[in-house]
């Protein structure tokens, strides 16, 4: 919702509750990412978009990279956070960097008399500096 909050303060953002995920009921029969791109797809008709950014997280990432690959004209940009779909190649380097992340979160909470609710606020705005740099 930060990020909803953010980008829906300049631009006009639509969050999806694909059907089966979230508070949404589940399809009549099993859905495949075909099915949930054709739904992004009749969605964007029905809302009259001729072309957007998409912003997948996790399964709709996913469902970003196919729409965007049959459906080109209709796609500005593309930003995947943590996207299914994508496997990428684990150095050392990255597990360094998680490893270090755990360590300072558990520092933090330790500091902080282990207040989850500093931790969160921290790491909330962190993210937001990142958003505003990554827009700008």
């Known amino acids: 919702m930060p990020v909803f909050n953010y980008l829906a303060s300049k631009f006009e953002v639509y969050a999806i509750d694909f059907p089966g995920f979230g508070q949404s009921s589940l399809p009549s029969k099993a859905w495949g990412v075909g099915d949930y791109t054709d739904m992004l797809n009749k969605l964007f008709d029905k809302l009259n978009i001729e072309k957007a950014s998409l912003i997948g997280h ?3 990432g996913r ?18 956070v943590d996207s299914a779909g994508i496997i990428p190649k684990r ?9 270090k992340f755990k360590l300072f979160k558990k520092l933090y909470l330790l ?4 207040k989850k609710k500093l931790l969160k606020s921290f790491i ?7 958003i505003k740099i990554l827009v700008h």
């Open 58 to 60: 996790s399964f709709g």
């Open 63 to 80: 469902v970003s990279i196919m729409f965007s690959a049959l459906y080109p004209e209709k796609v500005e940009k593309v930003v995947l």
């Open 91 to 99: 150095t050392l380097k990255y597990y360094f960097k998680v490893y």
């Open 111 to 114: 500091l902080n008399g282990g």
């Open 124 to 130: 909330k705005n962190t993210v937001q500096r990142i």
